[in-house]
């Protein structure tokens, strides 16, 4: 299978359970992750997309990583409030990149070349596992949604538009 990541190893090094899907990924796909549940034969509410975002703090900017249904639109002012911040907006690709230390489409929210702060959308609530990217195009990550959030110190929010 995979060869190792920054998100697996950090997964391994925690001692926390996970299963790797790979799929055939596809650049071109209007949505990464629900063409990733298509192809792994996964509804699109158990896909999370992680997406890299920038709050405005009394201190400057902040990143945040916000992870949520790949079916399911990103409020920024939700996200801001969560943050307890006035406004959020979607980092660029190139800063998304550098911040993680991922490609885009291969963002996983674990392992992150730069720790930021994590919020999950609250549909993660009653699902038996979820699937986050596992840190390169075509893999995904399927894991317990309370390692998942444990693994990332997240917030449980609502997020969807």
Do not use: W
């Not at 801001?80 to 911040?85: V, Y």
């Not at 317990?144 to 969807?160: Q, Y």
């Amino acid at each position: 299978m995979a060869k190792g990541t920054p998100a697996t190893l950090a997964l391994e090094r925690a001692s926390i359970s996970f299963v790797l899907h790979e799929y055939d990924y596809d650049p071109d796909a209007p949505s990464i992750g629900i063409q990733a549940a298509e192809s792994l034969g996964f509804p699109p509410a158990r896909v999370f997309k992680t997406l890299m975002a920038e709050v405005a703090t009394a201190k400057g900017a902040e990143v945040v990583c916000a992870l949520l249904p790949s079916d399911r639109e990103m409020s920024t002012k939700k996200l801001a409030q969560a943050a307890g911040t006035k406004s959020a907006a979607m980092l660029k690709p190139e800063t998304a990149e550098r911040h993680s230390g991922y490609h885009i489409g291969g963002i996983s929210p674990l392992g992150q070349r730069k720790r930021a702060r994590a919020f999950v959308d609250a549909s993660i609530a009653g699902q038996a596992s979820v699937l986050v990217n596992g840190g390169r195009r075509g893999l995904q990550i399927e894991i317990a949604p309370e390692a998942l959030l444990r693994a990332l110190g997240a917030m449980v929010v609502d997020l969807s538009a």
